[in-house]
């Protein structure tokens, strides 16, 4: 039986982004001149695709179908983003100056959601084989020619996300997610540290390519340089103050709305900000919109269910006993749980905006569907540990057992099977031997042996 808390709590989430995408898409259905119920209804399709989808997968057999899965959203994933750069525009059009999505009629894919869950797997099947074959003790550049393959796909991952379709929360997502899976299948924390400062070097250098991303970054600078500067030595702050930034409006509107909507909202339906005040509320800002109509005490619920989930992930991971599966439900876990705090970090001016939705509630049929394909690939692995722990209870009950109560006196220990030696020169040694020969006889016809 898969592991019903997960496959319960993502359709909860589900149902809770339709419900929180029709009340909070007002100005979105204006601003496109579309009906009231369009944007829902797209996410009631794709949820409803996505709950089918999983329940598909929980019930197929992890040994032959996880490998055929994830291989094929990982080699068919990267193909695809590689020759997005050479598709034409009618296929491939700009949408705020980024090309990440892959236009078929009404429908727009973002093939960079479904290879996250490839990458993913592709990671923990290929890595899982080198755990036992590393050597004890490595150096840094056993490592590092260790996990070289590994270093390459993700660079051209990055070359093709990062640069190509000018999206840094994806490539920050991957990137993150390959040190930590580097870091379970053996990796040491000398690599992990390394790997660190790689990444914020690789994320300064992004910031700083392309204007847009330079003005984001002040912004974000803008909103934080005060109390960052009250803490540090006079000197230091003439160095860290830019007079002429401006707070981002986004995470200002955000904050205001979480504020308007107090301990317990104003109402479903009664925000204020979804109309044109907060920009994509219905999207990167959702938990915002549902802090204003459902007070911050929803948003308790909402994390508290995510911690469940991504707990349920982890502890599914941890009783599988094949380390490629293990390192698997590690990786989605984390998809879930960075995704989630890039999100809320970005959102309240911890983090400069990446654009990456929140799993499951925002509006996008792509990343929902993905995500929950990868959750069915999950489901899969805790059938299987649900089988293996059964198999082990079964063994135990198999082991055989005295009724003490009819063989009383017998100091045999079935299991073991032992008799106590006799002392040859107590007397009356034939009696004894004799007495304890009629009980051994008499256990071993035991209807239970």
């Known amino acids: 039986m898969p592991d019903r808390i997960i496959y319960y709590t993502v359709i909860i989430l589900l149902t809770g982004g339709v419900v929180f995408t029709y009340s909070l898409s007002f100005y979105a259905t204006v601003n496109f001149n579309v009906g009231e119920f369009t944007f829902a209804t797209k996410q009631f399709l794709f949820a409803s695709l996505s709950i089918v989808t999983m329940w598909i997968l929980s019930r197929l057999n992890p040994d032959v179908w996880i490998h055929k899965i994830g291989m ?37 894919i973002a093939p960079v959601e479904f290879y996250k869950i490839g990458f993913v797997y592709f990671l923990a099947w290929s890595m899982s084989r080198k755990i036992d074959s590393s050597i004890e003790k490595p150096t840094l550049m056993d490592e590092l ?15 093709f996300i990062g640069i190509g379709q000018k999206d840094l929360g994806q490539t920050m997502l991957l990137s993150f ?24 070097i690789v994320f300064i250098i992004f910031s700083i390519s392309q204007p847009h991303r330079v003005q984001r970054l002040l912004s974000w600078w803008g909103g934080v340089q005060e109390p960052i500067a009250e803490i540090m030595p006079d000197f230091m702050r003439q160095y860290i103050i830019f007079e002429n930034t401006e707070s981002q409006f986004q995470v200002s509107q955000a904050l205001s709305a979480i504020s308007n909507g107090g301990l317990t909202g104003q109402g479903l339906g009664n925000g204020i900000f979804k109309y044109g005040y907060l920009p994509e509320v219905h999207t990167d800002f959702i938990l915002e ?19 469940i989930l991504i707990q349920r ?10 380390p490629r599966f293990m390192l698997f439900g590690i990786g989605i876990a984390v998809i879930i749980g960075l995704g989630l705090l890039i999100n809320t970090y970005g959102a309240t001016g911890l983090l400069p905006m990446k654009g990456l939705p929140v799993p499951f509630l925002s509006y ?41 109560d009819e ?25 004894e031997y004799e007495k304890r020969r009629d009980q051994r006889n008499a256990y071993s016809r035991h209807p239970e042996f």
């Open 145 to 159: 020619q260790l996990f070289l393959p590994y270093i390459l796909i993700f660079l051209i991952s990055i070359l």
């Open 177 to 200: 997610s390959f040190l930590i899976l580097a870091f379970f299948a053996g990796g040491s924390r000398r690599f992990f540290s390394l790997g660190l400062s790689g990444l914020f």
């Open 407 to 431: 063989y009383d006196g017998v100091n045999l220990l079935k299991e073991e099977r032992e008799i106590e030696y006799v002392d040859f020169e107590h007397d009356g040694y034939f009696e």
């Open 72 to 108: 094929t959203f990982f080699i068919g994933g990267l193909i695809t983003i590689i020759a997005m750069e050479f598709l034409p525009s009618s296929i491939v059009p700009p949408i705020g100056g980024a090309t990440r999505w892959i236009k078929i009629g009404p429908l727009s």
């Open 313 to 322: 992930i982890l502890k599914v991971a941890n009783r599988s006993k094949e």
């Open 364 to 404: 996008g049929g792509s990343a929902i569907l993905a995500l929950s394909i990868g959750i069915g690939m999950v489901l899969m692995i805790s059938k299987r540990g649900v089988e293996e722990d059964k198999k082990d209870d079964f063994s135990e009950s198999l082991q055989p057992s005295i009724n003490r």
């Open 289 to 307: 919109g549902v802090a204003e109509e459902l007070g911050f005490l929803s948003i308790v619920v909402i994390l508290t269910m995510f911690l």
